[in-house]
């Protein structure tokens, strides 16, 4: 195996941890272990918010100009770094080539559109109820040291989308990325943010009981931000609420794709895939559950079938494919099992259900299809998180609007048409963060992403992914300190 990068990155340089335990990683797409990185634990996790805090107090008053520049070359950086990034990606996390390309570029303009928007505004100025002698101020301050907890399905973007406003804000940060995901991560802030002030940017590896625990109960770390699933979510809550942490927690979906009557079924059909198995379904806005109208049932059924059976699957570090490997063994068995309780609940697999023909090595899952489901089952309820297309029939919009929102979860929903009353009326009416008409997964930096109810109330990108790091204060401000006749005595 190749243990390098093997240590953690701690106060600008690469250290030892304290425990020789270490977290083995995987290529999915072989299941053959590639490296391997420090299980940290509590005294490695102290070491890098001391550094963190320690940095704070000069990145903090650094300039909102002089922070973006440097923002700017780590986005350089990473442009320069692409190839291996993405070779990197592709042997770590699974997604086929055009996909981690994709998610290497938005990485660095993540960074680049931050590194602008923190120039821009530090708070404002209110009217003062006496304006020539009082001025009141609205102003924007970083909290301290932020601690990020990433997925794997984006490792860098995740990351991006909480380093990069976080930064710009004045704050530092200590990340724990998936043990999934660890060499990546490790590789992109070495590379590319090592010009920062030391301490500014510092990563701790290992699981999510051990140095993520660890992460969430230190009383040095004001905000967490992290990507996960609802459990994971509010274990963090539970474990925060004491200490009046600030979460910035984006959580578990179950996104509805939705296609109205006077939709093409051919071009749905063609939005449906990419929407469904993009990253092979592993991703947090994936449509996981479709709604067609019962006219159209049988025919959307007959071409995602056809779609999905033209999916070209393999190991991604080959040419000409589509889709790669679930993260995971754990993963795959998940899908598996959500497609056998729909079948024992009389849905039927039209396409897939199983492991490809000739990718026994690895964690690949084909493409599938389900029809007959209802939300009596979990492929329909809980995120199924895999290449699983389960398709439902409504006989008029309204049930439509009401299987989507029958749901705990609310990060994202899709509708395919073209009627304009139809489309104001569905995103009135859904109880999710994003809706897309017609454009599934298409996110926009300057847009505001981010769930409603057991999804979360965090926001990335836009104006309010900076807000989630920048505490409010304010100020009021008397020019004169000449004793006031409204004080005592009446």
């Given at each position: 195996m190749d243990h390098t990068p093997s240590g953690l990155w701690i106060d600008g340089r690469a250290v030892a941890a304290s425990t020789d335990q270490r977290v083995v990683v995987d290529n999915p797409a072989t299941g053959a272990p590639m490296g391997s990185v420090p299980a940290a634990g509590k005294a490695d996790v102290d070491r890098a918010v001391v550094a963190a805090r320690r940095a704070f107090d000069g990145w903090r008053w650094t300039s909102a100009n002089e922070r973006a520049e440097l923002l700017h070359e780590a986005a350089g950086r990473t442009i320069a770094a692409a190839p291996r990034l993405v070779d990197a990606l592709i042997r770590e996390q699974g997604k086929a080539r055009p996909e981690q390309e994709e998610e290497v570029e938005w990485a660095a303009t993540t960074l680049r559109y931050y590194a602008e928007l923190a120039r821009n505004n530090r708070g404002r100025v209110l009217p003062s109820g006496e304006p020539r002698t009082q001025l009141?101020?609205?102003?924007?301050?970083?909290?301290?040291?932020?601690?990020?907890?990433?997925?794997w399905n984006f490792p860098l973007l995740l990351l991006a989308w909480k380093l990069a406003p976080a930064l710009a804000a004045g704050n530092t940060l200590v990340i724990k990325?998936?043990?999934?995901?660890?060499?990546?991560?490790?590789?992109?802030?070495?590379?590319?943010?090592?010009?920062?002030p030391d301490g500014v940017v510092n990563v701790v590896t290992g699981t999510g009981a051990g140095a993520g625990e660890a992460l969430v109960r230190h009383p040095d770390v004001p905000v967490i931000a992290m990507t996960g699933s609802v459990a994971t979510g509010q274990r963090i809550a539970t474990v925060a609420?004491?200490?009046m942490k600030h979460l910035h927690l984006e959580l578990g979906g179950k996104d509805a794709f939705v296609i109205a009557p006077d939709a093409s079924i051919d071009d749905s059909v063609e939005a449906l895939a990419y929407a469904a198995l993009f990253n092979a379904g592993q991703v947090c806005t994936s449509a996981e559950r479709v709604y067609v109208p019962s006219a159209m049932h049988d025919a959307v059924v007959e071409a995602a079938a056809a779609r999905a059976d033209a999916i070209r699957v393999g190991d991604p570090a080959g040419?000409?494919?589509?889709?790669?490997?679930?993260?995971?063994?754990?993963?795959?068995?998940?899908?598996?099992?959500?497609?056998?309780?729909?079948?024992?609940r009389g849905a039927t697999v039209v396409t897939g259900g199983t492991v490809p023909k000739g990718l026994d090595d690895?964690?690949?899952?084909?493409?599938?299809?389900?029809?007959?489901?209802?939300?009596?089952?979990a492929v329909m309820t809980d995120e199924t998180f895999g290449p699983v297309i389960p398709i439902m029939a409504y006989d008029h919009i309204d049930e439509a609007i009401a299987y989507v929102n029958d749901s705990p979860m609310g990060l994202g929903a899709t509708l395919r048409s073209s009627d304009p009353a139809l489309i104001k009326r569905f995103f009135d009416e859904v109880?999710?963060?994003?809706?897309?008409?017609?454009?599934?997964?298409?996110?926009?930096?300057?847009?505001?992403?981010?769930?409603?109810?057991l999804t979360?109330?965090?926001?990335e990108l836009g104006e309010e992914g900076?807000?989630?790091?920048?505490?409010?204060?304010?100020?009021?401000w008397d020019l004169s300190p000449d004793v006031k006749d409204y004080w005592y005595p009446y």
């Open positions: 009141n101020l609205v102003l924007k301050e970083p909290y301290g040291v932020v601690g990020a907890i990433i997925p990325p998936s043990e999934l995901t660890p060499l990546v991560t490790l590789q992109w802030i070495r590379s590319c943010f090592d010009h920062l609420a004491p200490m040419e000409g494919i589509d889709m790669g490997p679930m993260a995971a063994q754990r993963f795959r068995d998940k899908v598996a099992a959500h497609i056998g309780d729909a079948k024992a690895g964690y690949f899952y084909a493409p599938t299809v389900l029809s007959g489901v209802d939300h009596g089952m109880t999710v963060g994003t809706v897309w008409i017609n454009d599934p997964l298409t996110d926009n930096y300057a847009g505001p992403f981010g769930g409603m109810k979360g109330g965090g926001r900076l807000e989630s790091f920048l505490q409010t204060k304010h100020v009021h």
